[in-house]
């Protein structure tokens, strides 16, 4: 069994090297087509073809943050409690991950400004992207190199809250990064048609770590014996961070109704859901994290 896992996490860790490289060639590939593009000079089928390179990147990036991700996950559903430390490190994974849909989203946008002659204010948020993504994967493939130790069976996990904390980090990562993203749109006046095609595009990859962190809370429990959906405190947590999030959710979305139609763009009304949606999903994970800490603890276990 460990030896095991000393071979996944050694995987990980040279995927994660493997990423960092691919993140690199892609800058080193974006900065040679940058020159010539904000300069409008024409590329040539060679340059063009360069393209393929970030892609391969791009899916290994995908590749190992996911893995890390789960590696990481499984090795924390063994722990009694989990840290500070901890989530943050899953919800940077997250968000690297998620990342992953920006880097496609600003190349098009930097593409198709480059071909309509306009300028291209993204490159700069492309590189901060890049070097983001790459210190995620460098302290991801640390930790699962050197930091991840088989220590115990999963069965010991099962009546923890571990799993239910992983739900509500990822839910507050995923919930303010679609709430950001959506709410970025309210400032760019478009025809509705086309901004809700996008939110819906957009929702899909935003919403996909959270159904599978509840999916795996899901499976967890499901094997729990005797089965218990909540204990006393995450269900006096739950209802408190409900009755909250009611009690914010409604005015912010009051507002967006009252003046979101004084632009007269109708993007209000195309994004009305979407931003509902991960506004209630921000601000309920973000409170279940709060209201008692959820078995996060500032010093570790005790």
């Known amino acids: 069994m460990r030896r095991n896992e000393a071979f996944q996490n050694g995987v990980t860790a040279g995927l994660g090297a493997l990423t960092i490289a691919g993140l690199a060639t892609a800058y080193v590939v974006f900065e040679r087509l940058r020159v010539k593009m904000v300069r409008f000079d024409p590329l040539t089928a060679g340059e063009e073809s360069l393209a393929n390179i970030v892609g391969v990147a791009l899916l290994a990036a995908s590749l190992f943050f996911l893995l890390a991700l789960v590696r990481i996950g499984r090795h924390t559903m063994r722990t009694q409690r989990i840290s500070w430390l901890q989530a943050a490190l899953i919800g940077g994974g997250v968000l690297a991950l998620l990342f992953v849909f920006a880097d496609i989203a600003l190349i098009d946008d930097i593409g198709s400004q480059y071909e309509a002659g306009l300028s291209q204010p993204e490159w700069p948020i492309l590189y901060l992207v890049i070097a983001f993504q790459a ?4 302290v991801l493939g640390y930790v699962s190199l050197f930091r991840l130790r088989a220590n115990g069976d999963y ?3 099962v009546h923890d809250n571990s ?5 509500q980090v990822t839910g507050t990562i995923c919930g303010l990064t679609g709430l950001s993203l959506m709410a970025l749109n309210l400032f760019y006046p478009r025809p509705a048609e086309t901004v809700c095609a996008h939110a819906i595009m957009a929702s899909i990859p935003l919403v996909l770590p959270y159904v599978l962190a509840a999916g795996w809370w899901l499976t967890v429990k499901l094997r729990e014996r005797p089965r218990r959906w909540f ?9 408190r961070a409900a009755a909250q999030t009611l009690a914010l959710s409604v005015p912010v979305m009051g507002l967006l109704y009252a003046f979101g139609g004084a632009a007269g763009s109708g993007m209000a009304g195309a994004l009305w859901f979407p931003l509902y949606f991960f506004l209630v999903q921000f601000l309920f994970s973000a409170l279940m994290l709060y209201a008692g800490r959820v078995g996060l603890e500032a010093n570790g276990p005790q």
Do not use: C, I, N, R
């Open 135 to 138: 210190g995620m994967a460098a």
């Open 155 to 157: 069965a010991s996990a």
């Open 163 to 167: 799993s239910f904390v992983l739900v």
């Open 231 to 239: 204990d006393e405190k995450q269900g006096q947590d739950a209802t």
